[in-house]
């Protein structure tokens, strides 16, 4: 196995680039703009222009690397073709062909940006020593990744953990992003916690609690004022904790993880999070299944440079 390798995590704003050795010590990590004019053309022709730059800096060439893993935020396919990535204006597009091309021959691996993010924590993260992870990320949506004895499940259709897509409640007025209603997005999400709130407070106008006065309110705000008591916020945190449980309880039936990773903006909530999900999991979910683990995820916005890592190294 050739000494390097880069992970690469392309966000709609930034391209976050991470330099590896094989053995898995992080050595450097930077980013760069993505630019998204004229569908996204120059997104791939950036990362390998940044990614010759380092090896020039570090005195070292595109043969002293095992490959280049991508994390992208849209459905992969197994041939590392992306089936649309409306976020970066992409269509459906060769990222491992086209990347490859531009780096020499160098391989590629490709895979959406949540199930990267999941191999991540489990190799070196909250599932570290564990081949079967879920990992659950909760921030502006609900992500998913699903990891079966150490790779990724990607799916058919490059859909495979999208957990924030099930459908927990059949009474929704809004409709979701991705065009449905009662999604678990809509509640278990940063914006979703929000979005309970403000129905709790317009339910009940004579209701004593701080979550009043704030604006902005965030879902920060929500778990913090649980801590402290408070009763709506607490309310709340419940009713987000018994959604995130028994939809946890329906993926462990099928999957049955060792340990199941929360991460995401919301999961910095700890472990009264972990407490109201774990409160409403353990009696929906099957009983082989009630010992799966659940823990924080450690990694945060590396990641998804580590996971891409280890799909080059898995190959």
Known sequence: MKPYAFGVDIGGTTVKI?????????????????RKEGNGEMILPDIARAISKKLYEKNLSLNDLEGVGVGVPGPVLADGVVNKCVNLGWGVLDVRGQLSSLLSGVPVE???????????????????????????????????GIILNGKILPGAHGAAGEIGHMKVRDDEPETCGCGKKGCLEQYGS????????KRALAADLSADTPLR?????????????????????????????K????????????????????GGGVSKAGQILLDAV???????????????????AVLGNDAGMYG???MILNK
């Open 18 to 34: 991470g330099f590896f050795t094989t053995e898995g010590k992080f050595l450097d990590h930077w980013e760069i703009p993505t």
């Open 110 to 144: 490709v895979g959406n940006d949540a199930n990267v993010a999941a191999l991540g924590e489990q190799w070196n993260g909250g599932g570290k020593g564990h081949p079967n992870v879920v990992m659950v990320t909760l921030g502006t949506g609900v992500g998913g």
């Open 190 to 197: 940063a914006t979703g916690v929000v979005r309970l709130a």
């Open 213 to 241: 006065s704030l604006d902005p309110l965030t879902a920060k705000d929500v778990f913090d004022y649980a801590k402290r008591g408070d009763e709506m916020s607490l309310a709340i945190v419940e009713e987000v904790g």
């Open 243 to 262: 959604m995130l449980g028994e939809a946890i309880a329906h993926i462990t039936c099928v999957i049955d993880p060792d340990v199941v990773v929360i």
């Open 278 to 296: 774990h409160k409403y999991y353990t009696p929906a979910a099957f009983h082989a299944s009630r010992q799966s683990d659940f823990k924080l």
């Open 308 to 310: 891409a890592v280890r």
